[in-house]
């Protein structure tokens, strides 16, 4: 009876084992020794539930290519791809923290393909730097922004920047360009914030919603850096380091705080009066934000 049992756990496991054996191969990245062990489990096993998972990955690695891309098209075309066939059969194959390292090396294949296409505003995803920031290779990522012109100046290249300069030095680091992204941006500013996950950030989020007077739309997130300064005014010199955009107005005032909080440091009560009503005309709710915490301090 005992060795009956032992033979019935061999044939439960033998599926178990047939499957580890592509597993392995498909870690290993290996195209022609997963697709032998893939044989193996397919016929003795055809209906396995991995199999069409497992399928897919042996695939990816037996076609990897390393041509450029001819246009933006061909580039969707792969992402899509990426996105849509080979991230979920990674999920459905492999435990949750092994999905990252097994991804990057194809967005950063296809990052590759991608260098010689030029960036363009209308389809501002199909650029090499978003794929840089997939694969998790941040000085790739920062030069792929770099070439961009102007990029500053553009909404998706800024955020790209701005999200690789927050992965590779920090918060501390980011903050300049977390402020000019709020001031060009706000709904790719807002997204950014949601896409960090950094629990600092979700916590002064949370503080602006609910006490900022603003209008509850996207738009009110060009003010984040001007409120912080109100709530948090060490952030001065993090903020004085950001390129002020002088036609937005959220920008002025940020740069206007920022100066009244050096004034006010410095003793200046003259030159503070002109200055705290340019502020108010900026924004007369943040302003009687501001001001009320002045009364706190020298009540």
Not at 20 to 35: M, P, S, Y
Not at 145 to 174: F, H, K, N, Q
Not at 256 to 261: A, D, F, P, V
Not at 272 to 291: D, T, W
Request: hydrophobic letters at 50%.
């Amino acid at each position: 009876m005992q060795s009956v049992q032992q033979l019935d756990i061999f044939a439960d496991s033998r599926d178990v084992m047939l499957r580890n054996d592509v597993l392995e191969q498909l870690q290993r990245r290996n195209a022609t020794a997963a697709r032998t062990a893939l044989d193996r489990l397919a016929g003795e096993y055809p209906d396995d539930g991995v199999l069409p998972a497992m399928t897919v990955l042996v695939r990816e690695l037996e076609c990897e290519s390393t041509a450029p891309l001819v246009d933006h098209a061909a580039l969707d075309s792969a992402r899509r791809h990426l996105e849509d066939e080979v991230l979920p059969a990674i999920r459905r194959t492999f435990p949750a923290q092994a999905v990252q390292s097994w991804i990057a090396p194809c967005w950063r294949s296809l990052a590759r393909r991608a260098a010689t296409l030029a960036f363009r505003g209308s389809d501002a995803g199909s650029h090499a730097a978003p794929l840089w920031l997939l694969a998790g290779d941040w000085p790739a990522a920062i030069e792929a922004v770099a070439g961009i012109e102007s990029w500053w100046r553009i909404p998706a290249p800024l955020a790209w920047m701005t999200e690789v300069r927050y992965r590779a030095a920090g918060l501390d680091a980011a903050w300049p360009l977390l402020a000019e992204l709020a001031w060009l941006a706000p709904a790719r500013f807002a997204a950014l914030l949601s896409a960090l996950g950094d629990a600092s950030l979700d916590t002064l989020r949370r503080r602006f919603d609910a006490a900022f007077p603003g209008t509850g739309d996207v738009d009110d997130y060009a003010w984040f850096p001007a409120w912080l300064l109100v709530v948090k005014p060490a952030l001065a010199g993090r903020f004085g380091e950001a390129r002020v955009q002088r036609d937005l107005a959220a920008s002025r005032a940020t740069a206007l705080l920022g100066e009244i909080l050096r004034r006010e440091h410095e003793g200046d009560q003259h030159e503070l009066v002109s200055l705290r009503q340019a502020f108010s005309r900026l924004h007369a709710g943040l302003f009687e934000a501001y001001m009320a915490t002045r009364k706190v301090q020298h009540r």
